[in-house]
Each structure stands twice: as structure tokens, then as C-alpha cells.
């Protein structure tokens, strides 16, 4: 038998394509104590619309036929990329987020999660925002790998093992 409680000790972490999945299952159920999301789509308008430097070309290509697989183009099914679009859909977030970027990214701008950051501050929600500033889509420096290490493990201390707050998760004024 399946005990519910269980599902209140359970965190979910994800990056690029997975960050984008973390970002949208946080807006769609509390199933999870916590997430964790980096270099993440949050608005799939501006997504869809961004040059894309890995081959030089509009990443229409992603949301319609490649991993998002809408099938259709933005004109086409507007709603399809609002109803998928976690920025969209910030209100009914209810787990606390822990949110990251590579300040560089040319891959996933780092925009997405910054947006997303700021649409949970202004609804008074949890999330804390890490934005490694030399960095773009992967962390290569040794110093950042180690230091998102150590926070995702201090966060899933806290929201799964009931740890200690760390200072760097009490908001700040932005």
C-alpha cells in the first residue's frame, strides 16, 4: 500500500530540458517537498522565439518538433505554449524552488529562470535564485560544480530532512 506521507519526502531536480519539466510540474503539484530547477524554459513565447547558438537558428524547432513536440507553431496554437509555460502559471506553485542559472547561457537565456524567480517573489512565494555569473549553460568551473553541490545538498537537507536554514536561503531584497 502507498503511504501519502511518503510523497512529502520526496524532492525532484532537473536542468536544461529537465529544469524546464521541474519549473512546470512545481506549477502543477505539490506532490513534491521541493524543487530543483537550472537553465530551465519558464516563458515558451520567448523560447520559441530565441536564436539558438548551438546551430544558429530560431529554436522554433524545439517547441514544435523536437522535445517540447507541440507540433504546431506559436500563430498556430497560442494557447498550447501558454498553457505550458511555468512563468504563466507561478500562482499555483505551493513547494518552495531552488532555481539556477548560468549568467552566460546562450543556450537557455538566462532570462527564463530569472523570470520565473521574480513571478514566485512577487506572489510572495518560496524560491531562491543561484546565478553563477561567469558561467553559461553546464557549470565548468570546479568552484561553482562544488558550490551548487553543496547548495542543493543543504536544500534538500531542509526541505526533506526538516535541516537547518542556511543564510543564503533567507531572501534578500532584489
Do not use: C
Request: proline fraction near 3%; charged fraction near 25%.
Amino acid at each position: 500500500m502507498f503511504h501519502w506521507k511518503i510523497k512529502h519526502r520526496s524532492g525532484l531536480n532537473g536542468h536544461s530540458f529537465g529544469g524546464y519539466e521541474s519549473y512546470l510540474i512545481a506549477t502543477q503539484t505539490n506532490r513534491f517537498a521541493t524543487v530543483v530547477a537550472g537553465n530551465g524554459w519558464t516563458d515558451l513565447v520567448s523560447a520559441s522565439l530565441y536564436l539558438g547558438p548551438t546551430l544558429n537558428i530560431p529554436d522554433f524547432y524545439r517547441a514544435e518538433y523536437d522535445q517540447l513536440r507541440i507540433g504546431k507553431s506559436l500563430f498556430e496554437d497560442m494557447n498550447a505554449y501558454l498553457d505550458n509555460s511555468p512563468v504563466l502559471l507561478a500562482q499555483k506553485v505551493t513547494t518552495p524552488v531552488l532555481g539556477w542559472v548560468g549568467k552566460e547561457d546562450r543556450h537557455v537565456n538566462a532570462l527564463q529562470g530569472q523570470e520565473f524567480y521574480f513571478a514566485l517573489r512577487r506572489l510572495g512565494k518560496e524560491e531562491v535564485l543561484l546565478r553563477y555569473n561567469d558561467e553559461g549553460h553546464n557549470l565548468y568551473n570546479n568552484k561553482s560544480q562544488e558550490d551548487l553541490t553543496l547548495r542543493i545538498q543543504q536544500w534538500f537537507d531542509r526541505y526533506l530532512k526538516n535541516g537547518p536554514i542556511k543564510d543564503w536561503m533567507i531572501p534578500t531584497e532584489d
